[in-house]
T-cell receptor, first 111, second 114 residues
């Protein structure tokens, strides 16, 4: 069973903020939200993860709602190189639970 | 720091033939993963090693797929005999620690079975 729901595709204008939503209404208290992306012909690349507080790193920001049932990945100033498939994954932080990839959101940055 | 290396990048074989893929993880990473990615789908874990021991191979089709990591460093994944439905990208990933740590992926090997 899929733990997350993402839109199939999105477009964003170059230079604008790209906001990628993810629903995870059945998330458990000990599960984190992870984001990976996969640029064409490359392996997936880790972006960010969080539990309940908003997180920011050099690549993106992660906003998790207070009830933790959904989250948004924000790429603040999208470039053409951000065109990729973005995967939202929930998994337990401790332990050996595997990364379970869905079909993700195909983000296209438009010049 | 060098990333995860995989070879070959592309392979075309006929059904019922055998094929092997090689992966060299990031230096010092104890955990190694093999994923299969069919076109249009997300990667699916086939097998996970911790050093040279298997942690999870529950989704590995063991009648035709095998994998080893003899010295706890590089790894090979073999398919024998290949079927048409094995056409996919085979991705190798590594992480420093079991479970919690970020996984770093290689570029993958694209296999086409004719």
């Amino acid at each position: 069973d899929a733990k997350t729901t993402q839109p199939t595709s999105m477009d964003c204008a170059e230079g604008r903020a790209a906001n990628l939503p993810c629903n995870h209404s059945t998330i458990s208290g000990n599960e984190y939200v992870y984001w990976y992306r996969q640029i064409h012909s490359q392996g997936p690349q880790y972006i960010i993860h969080g539990l309940k507080n908003n997180e920011t790193n050099e690549m993106a920001s992660l906003i998790i709602t207070e009830d933790r049932k959904s989250s948004t990945l924000i790429l603040p100033h999208a470039t053409l190189r951000d065109t990729a498939v973005y995967y939202c994954i929930v998994r337990v932080y401790f332990g050996n639970e595997k990364l379970t990839f869905g079909t993700g959101t195909r983000l296209t940055i438009i010049p | 720091e060098a990333g995860v290396a995989q070879s070959p990048r592309y392979k075309i074989i006929e059904k019922r033939q055998s094929v092997a893929f090689w992966c060299n993880p990031i230096s010092g990473h104890a955990t190694l993963y093999w994923y299969q990615q069919i076109l249009g789908q997300g990667p699916k874990l086939l097998i996970q090693f911790q050093n040279n021991g298997v942690v999870d191979d529950s989704q590995l089709p063991k009648d035709r797929f095998s994998a080893e990591r003899l010295k706890g460093v590089d790894s090979t994944l073999k398919i024998q005999p290949a079927k048409l439905e094995d056409s996919a990208v085979y991705l190798c990933a590594s992480s420093a620690l079991l479970g919690t740590d970020t996984q770093y992926f290689g570029p993958g090997t694209r296999l086409t079975v004719l």
